[in-house]
């Protein structure tokens, strides 16, 4: 079983993964109604992604006996000021990702929790090709 402290960092990260999710359909609707098809499929595709990402995390905690608690997700931004400023907001939401999932192996250092480290090197070399993905 995975320390309090774990487990609810791993609890915030799912809820973080879930509103990474919603953020991106938002953008993908908002990008359909400008009729940037191509653009609305990508961040569609993205949502996906990020929606697997929380499940991911929900498995573990789970398969670690320890406590799933779902928290409410906020409500994304729904307007934007064209695509750049769209994919500028990716990008910076990617690198606040990528320091919450650091924060996560940090704390799995700082516990000795060889397990989680396991886990969560997947996500680090994840958010290494989102941030990559979304920069060039």
């Not at 079983?1 to 990260?13: A, C, G, K, P, V």
Request: aromatic content about 12%.
């Amino acid at each position: 079983m995975l320390s309090n402290t774990m487990n609810e960092i791993l609890n915030e990260q799912i809820n973080k993964e879930f509103y990474s999710g919603y953020l991106y359909l938002s953008m993908s609707a908002h990008l359909k109604e400008l009729g940037l098809n191509g653009f609305a499929s990508w961040t569609r595709l993205q949502a996906k992604e990020e929606v697997e990402h929380g499940l991911k995390i929900f498995d573990y905690l789970i398969d670690c006996n320890s406590f799933v608690t779902l928290k409410q997700i906020r409500t994304p931004e729904f307007e934007f000021k064209g695509i750049s400023s769209i994919f500028n907001h990716i990008y910076e939401h990617e690198k606040c990702i990528t320091r919450a999932i650091m924060e996560i192996a940090k704390k799995a250092e700082e516990e000795s929790d060889r397990t989680t480290l396991n886990f969560i090197d997947w996500f680090i070399a994840e958010q290494i090709e989102e941030e990559e993905a979304v920069n060039n």
